[in-house]
Structures are given as structure tokens and as C-alpha cells.
């Protein structure tokens, strides 16, 4: 699901940054794929947390 995301966030951005001829609009472009790949990376990194928090009381 993460790869899914990450992969669907990277096609948009990409694709906007193709169509953004505008330099304004492209470094617009290019600020909203950084916060939101800092947000995916955010999640991902809770979800592990998670997926660790879980394994290690299993195993106690």
C-alpha cells in the first residue's frame, strides 16, 4: 500500500511538472511533491513504528 502511494504521489507530481511551463507554477509544483512526500514518509515511518510496536509485545 505504501509503494502504491508513493508511486501515485511521485506520477502526479511528475506528470504536473510536465505540463508546468510556467517557472512560478513549477517551483509551486515542486514544493507541494516535497511536503507531500514528507507526509507519505511521515505515515510509512508511523505505520513501521506500529508494525515494530506490535512484534516486539508478540514476542515478550
Known amino acids: 500500500m ?3 502511494i508513493l508511486g501515485a ?3 502526479m507530481a511528475g506528470g504536473a511538472l510536465i505540463v ?3 517557472c ?3 517551483n509551486l509544483v515542486k ?3 516535497e511536503d507531500l512526500m ?3 514518509e511521515q505515515y510509512i ?3 513501521l513504528e ?3 510496536g506490535n512484534g516486539e509485545s508478540q514476542s515478550n
Do not use: H, M, P, T
Open 20 to 22: 508546468a511551463n510556467n
Open 9 to 11: 504521489i511521485v506520477g
Open 38 to 40: 514528507q507526509k507519505a
Open 24 to 26: 512560478k507554477l513549477r
Open 2 to 4: 505504501e509503494k502504491f
Open 45 to 47: 515511518d508511523s505505520k
Open 50 to 52: 506500529q508494525l515494530g
Open 31 to 33: 514544493k507541494n511533491q
